[in-house]
C-alpha cells in the first residue's frame, strides 16, 4: 500500500477543542482574564473577530473544554472578589464622610 502524503490532511485548528468561558468587553479585561486563568494553570486563548451583524468586534476568551467548569469558577470569584472589594471602598469612604459631618469645632 502507498502512503498518502500528509499534504493532503486537514491542518489542526488552534482553536479545536477550546470554548468560550467569557466574552470580554474589551483587550484590557480579555488580557486581565487570560492572565488570571493561566496563573491557575488553564491553558486560554484570546479570540478576537468582527461581529458583521453589529459592526462591532467580539473578544472571547477561550479555554480547553476539560477546564471550563473550573474557569468558570475561577472567573465567577474574581468577579466576586472585585465587587466586594468595591463595596468596602465605597462604605471606606463613606465612612470617611459621615465622621467629618460630627467634628465640633468649639
Known amino acids: 500500500m ?3 502524503s500528509k499534504k493532503f490532511h486537514k491542518p ?3 482553536l479545536e477543542g477550546y470554548v468560550v468561558v467569557a466574552f470580554a468587553e474589551n483587550m ?5 482574564y487570560k492572565t488570571l486563568l493561566d496563573a491557575n494553570d488553564i491553558p486560554t486563548i ?3 473577530h468582527e461581529a ?5 468586534t467580539e473578544i472571547a476568551v ?12 475561577i472567573i465567577e ?8 472589594y468595591d463595596l468596602a471602598s465605597e462604605e471606606e469612604s463613606d465612612a470617611d464622610f459621615d465622621n467629618d459631618l460630627f467634628d465640633d469645632d468649639f
Do not use: C, P, W
Open 2 to 4: 502507498a502512503k498518502r
Open 12 to 14: 489542526q485548528n488552534k
Open 28 to 32: 484590557e479585561q480579555a488580557r486581565d
Open 46 to 48: 484570546i479570540n478576537e
Open 52 to 56: 458583521h451583524s453589529i459592526g462591532s
Open 62 to 73: 477561550m479555554v480547553s473544554e476539560e477546564f471550563l467548569d473550573e474557569a468558570h469558577v
Open 77 to 84: 470569584s474574581q468577579h466576586t472578589y472585585d465587587d466586594f
